[in-house]
């Protein structure tokens, strides 16, 4: 991990010590539409760079990264540098892949499947959010099946992040706000996940104090470099401590309604954040406690069986603040489309880390109502 202003500048150097000559940047159109920061990059790599694939969209999609993978082989790429925010890392994970291994990307679902180390894989963050540089995951959708497909595989991690806060100044507030959300749910879900262990419980209670303290920060004022930086510290933070307990139901829910009704990663989490939490309550007490105290609240006069609540009205409360959108309606899912949703959630792999067992969609259909 490399940390500090206007250190993505400094990319070659990385480029160098991984021993690669030929990098190729991996990007979306919109970040070179409305910013010279793949531009940047490609001109402090000089002539390491052999080019620039830029068709990344929101929740990119296996032909995408088939697509990417097959003009990177035509360069002869030997590393990726990714620059975007979790679309785009998500997509130099999958050219990563069949830059090595060759063949299609759907040949490689699942955990585990890899049995050696990837093309490597440089990654600048633009958002604060996701924390895909440092964890072994990549999600992409096949838009076929209208799902999205979960690549697990500690040889994906990627070699070297740049957290640049440089990086993430011109992202507008609402996009920052979104991702940070992303982020404070990585947090929460490591520490009521069923494979939470104290070393991630420990990383995650730090990122939410963070969060608390610099989201509102960075969205008031994208300028403020401080904020800035501790953002993405506190989303690789997040990102450390969900790889080591996974994430649960909020996501297996957010992975649902992005894939069938294009709901920002993000906000889709920062929605269901506090009906899912209301659901886990009775089986999260102590931890939820730990929760609102790293949020700054006295829990002294909080009875366990209550934090649940407690801290999914503390949640609105501070996506309130941010602006952010509170209900499903708000962001274009049909309440007619829920049921289908909480169909393809119950077999998302997010799910079976939830503190409770959740087997029958029903359930689900309800807590989607409570957020709708
Ligand atoms: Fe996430």
Redesign the pocket.
Known sequence: MVFGENTALDVAIEVENLKCKKAFIVSDRDLIKSTDIPEKIKKALGNLCVGIFSDVEPDSGIHIVNQGAKLGVELGADCIVSVGG?SVIDTGKGMAILLKEGGRLQDYVGFQVLTRPQTPHIVIPTTA???SEVTYVAVIKDHEGGKKLIFGDYNIVPNVAILDPKMTEGLPPRLTAATGM?AM??AIEALHSLQREPIADGIALHAIRLIKEFLPKAVDNGKDMKARGQMLIAANMAGIAFSNAQ?GLV?AL?HSVGAKFKVH??LA?SILLPACLRYNADACGEIYLNVLSALGVNIERIQPDEAGDVLADKIVEFTKKLSLPQKLRDVGVPEKGLKECSEIALSDGAIIYNPKFVTDSTEILRIYQLAW
């Open positions: 979790g959010g996701t924390g992303d749910c990585h994430v996501h957010a990663h993000g989490n």
